[in-house]
């Protein structure tokens, strides 16, 4: 065959699939498909970039409303309360959708990575930041979460062995001084009890983000989100139980509201488009896209919290934005 008829060349090949139908039959389905290299040239060249981004953003918009929810959720119940409650709300709208499309259980292999993500980001950082955001403002809160895309990064090279480009590297040790910087300018230098429950929560987070992100390439986002969270009903159900015998309720709208964003917004749905953002584009990308996470939660603190918006934030986010764009055009 001449070289320049490879590219447009018809071959027929097979095709092994193992879906849900072939998993409970206890066999594998095969199927042949006539394909030409041309399609499958251009099909490996469609760059899932801009898809992966949005999703990726979208995530962030989910989570930058995190804490000010949380702060609503605290007006109507106790910090373990409202996390362990939390939990079991997302848990049982994830379970529905799992039971919904009849998705086989997760093979034995992949369940050690989910009990990292269900430690990371359903028990350990709604808990760590919920106990911070007892004493501490939900704007000086999300100025110091704002270190996480640095943080995520550093894990996501561990795990995965990739190594990142320098000029990715750069921006985002600059974005994290800015953030830095910015929080110690507002806290006057001082680290208190609620800022090493968010550095805690910040550890946490990264290796949930990172195990998150790896997984979501061998299983759709929204089940490893969902699965973490059915790992995690048990010990959340029996905590639920303790905490509301132990904590007051007081039940009010913005408590309510509050429970119900941070139950099926930020930890289902946030999570869910989240982790198939990381999984399109990368951990190291999307992680940054995060920087924008704090500057968002600044507004929403103003508008739904009517906390003092500080006069540096402009600053910080022009500076955040411009590592932002650094970072998603070196290459990773």
Known sequence: MRAQDSATATRTITVTTTGPAADRAGDTVRTSDTVRTSDTVRTARADPLPRGTLLAALGVFAFSLTFPSTVWGLES?????????????????????????????????????????????????PLLTTLALQTSTTSHAAVVVGLLPLTTAAFAALRTRRRPSRTFWCAAVAGAVVVLAFTVQQSGGAVSRGDLYLFGALLVCAAGY????????????????????ILCLPLMAVGSAVALSAEPVHLNAHGVLGLVWVAAGSTFFGLYVWYRGMASIGIPKASQLQLAQPLLTLVWSVVLLDETLPLAAPLAAVAVLVCIAVTQRARS
């Open 210 to 229: 990172t195990e998150g992100g790896r997984l979501a390439r061998l299983m759709p986002g929204w089940q490893v989100i969902g699965w973490a969270l």
């Open 77 to 125: 119940f106790g910090p373990w309360s409202l996390v362990a409650v939390r939990s079991v709300l997302a848990a049982l709208v994830a379970g529905a959708f799992l039971l919904a499309g009849r998705v086989p259980l997760p093979e034995r292999r992949h369940w050690a990575g989910l009990a990292v993500v269900g430690g990371g980001v359903v028990i350990g950082f």
